[in-house]
């Protein structure tokens, strides 16, 4: 069928008007939100953040959460001398840890011994040994350095197979009667200049002693005189090399 001549500007303008509407974009639909009421649907892009700011914490803030070394009897402030040791409160000192700064003191107490910095550790010389109380099991005291006192504690370890560290310098807990609890020793350094200067003690523990007058002027004897040989380092009596006997 030919359609009149006239029909055609009246179809291409439909044609295009139509294509028109069709391209046109719609307006997206709004959800309405009551106040107080919470919306059906969230964007994902908003719950995001809140999401990451409840959960998530700054290193800062790990950082200051840490727990201080030294508050216990599980570990101590390293050292390499007395300088790096300070009281864990200047007006109260009660513990040795690492230097604070000064503070204006309306009370004070004075320091229950001496802070030091003994075998790498800052350690508390008291002033009196504290006196052994409680209960204890074989070879399970631990010597709570920053405190100098001692703490009966195994570590959950078997006593057969349980291991009384030797001492050269220090602070020493041990077990001596479980029935009175930990007694506390300090063993101080002892000055040398060979190792025929210097002794072991087994009592408490392994420790170095200065050599009894009886035994000056002759060399160890392993096995005979003990399973561990004394030793003088940098001037100080120490433990030596252990034998197997």
Partial sequence: ?????????LLAGCV?????????????????VTVGQAPSVVSASAS?????????????AAASAAPKLG?????????????????????APTRCVEPQPPAACEETAPAPGACLCVEGACTLKPKTAPIASGACELRGCVVDRAAGTCVADTGGVPENIRFS???????????????????????????????RDCWVD?????????????????????????EVAPACKAGVCALGPAYSC
């Fill in 1 to 9: 069928m030919t359609l009149p001549s006239a029909w055609g500007p």
């Fill in 16 to 32: 295009l008007g139509c294509a028109g509407a069709a391209d046109e974009p719609r307006p997206a639909p709004t959800m309405a």
């Fill in 48 to 60: 995001a953040p809140a999401s990451t700011s409840a959960t998530s914490s700054s290193p800062s």
């Fill in 71 to 91: 508050r216990d009897h599980r570990s101590f402030v390293a050292c390499s001398a007395d300088d790096d040791c300070g009281w864990d409160d200047p007006c």
């Fill in 165 to 195: 560290r030797p001492v050269n310098v220090g602070p020493s807990c041990d077990c001596n009667a479980p029935a009175k609890g930990c007694a506390f020793s300090w063993f101080d350094a002892v000055l040398c200049k060979t190792e």
């Fill in 202 to 226: 087994p009592s408490p523990r392994r420790h170095p002693v200065a050599r009894p007058a009886h035994l000056r002027g002759r060399d160890f004897k392993p096995c005979s005189d003990g």
